[in-house]
């Protein structure tokens, strides 16, 4: 399954994205209720980003892990729109701080398809799928992680109020003897706009870390806000909740549709 998976992403969605560096394409307007992961927390929404759309994204991502080391993290990331309703994108994490700093350095590949527009009653559904090359600091095999994503509108008006439910299975292919080998992370999150240009965003998570034994809970508060017809910008804070989850997270995002 796992390298299925790999061709497909490391394949024609590779492909694609590095050519629509140099396709003359007119780009779409940024759309600040398409929610990104890490712009600026970790929900996503179900709609991928519209039809030849190409965006430039990064994020800066402070930690204070239980343990009161620090972690700065920076990804960088392409997005584009190779189709109808699906959307590829590469990325490449720098990690820097005293904590662990392994995968930094390492390429992802994602894609992700949305299979089920929204309805009267049922929610948009979307796929995602991603490959985390092992190119990076003290990596190894191709680790893997499957989300299942649901958006729905609570209710219909201009404040574009919606729910959304993220389950992601991540698979560890190189795991040490202290590391998991499959673990899970189910999220829900709620965004509404409260301004023209103003989404507020928030959500609660729980997964299990990548160290055997550990769990880790946080709730996440977040604005995006739409600068120019084509650049937006985040900034979310996070809490850890419980013993094992880190102290809290600081997070910046950028979004820049060409």
């Known amino acids: 399954m796992f390298v299925i998976l790999k061709r497909i992403l490391t394949g024609p969605i590779?492909?694609?994205?590095?050519?629509?560096?140099?396709?003359?394409?007119?780009?779409?307007?940024?759309?600040?209720?398409?929610?990104?992961e890490g712009i600026p927390l970790q929900v996503v929404?179900?709609?991928a980003t519209p039809y030849l759309n190409r965006e430039i994204q990064a994020s800066w991502k402070y930690e204070r892990t239980r343990e009161s080391e620090e972690k700065l993290v920076l990804e960088p990331r392409l997005e584009y729109g190779f189709a109808r309703n699906w959307q590829g994108s590469i990325s490449v994490p720098v990690i820097a701080g005293n904590a662990d700093q392994t995968g930094s350095g390492n390429v992802g590949i994602e894609t992700l398809y949305n299979f089920n527009a929204e309805t009267l009653f049922?929610?948009?559904?979307?796929?995602?799928?991603?490959?985390?090359?092992?190119?990076?600091?003290?990596?190894?095999?191709?680790?893997?992680?499957?989300?299942?994503?649901?958006?729905?509108?609570?209710?219909?008006?201009?404040?574009?109020?919606?729910?959304?439910?993220?389950?992601?299975?991540m698979h560890n292919r190189?795991?040490?003897?202290?590391?998991?080998?499959?673990?899970?992370?189910?999220?829900?999150?709620f965004d509404i706009r409260v301004g023209r240009d103003t989404?507020?965003?928030?959500?609660?998570?729980?997964?299990?870390?990548?160290?055997?034994?550990?769990?880790?809970?946080?709730?996440?508060?977040?604005?995006?806000?739409?600068?120019?017809?084509?650049?937006?910008?985040?900034?979310?804070?996070?809490a850890g909740l419980g013993d094992q989850s880190p102290r809290f997270r600081i997070t910046l995002g950028f979004q820049h549709s060409f």
């Not at 095999?141 to 439910?165: C, E, Q, W, Y």
């Open 14 to 36: 590779l492909t694609a994205l590095l050519l629509a560096c140099f396709l003359p394409q007119n780009s779409g307007a940024a759309d600040h209720t398409n929610l990104e």
């Open 45 to 47: 929404d179900a709609y």
């Open 122 to 169: 049922l929610p948009a559904l979307a796929l995602s799928g991603r490959a985390d090359l092992p190119t990076g600091r003290e990596s190894a095999g191709v680790d893997t992680t499957l989300t299942f994503i649901a958006t729905k509108m609570i209710i219909p008006s201009s404040r574009f109020n919606r729910t959304h439910f993220n389950l992601s299975w």
């Open 174 to 189: 190189g795991a040490n003897d202290d590391e998991r080998v499959d673990r899970y992370r189910a999220l829900v999150g």
């Open 199 to 238: 989404v507020l965003v928030t959500d609660l998570f729980r997964e299990l870390t990548i160290k055997k034994g550990e769990r880790s809970t946080m709730f996440e508060l977040g604005f995006r806000t739409q600068l120019t017809p084509f650049t937006l910008i985040g900034f979310g804070a996070s």
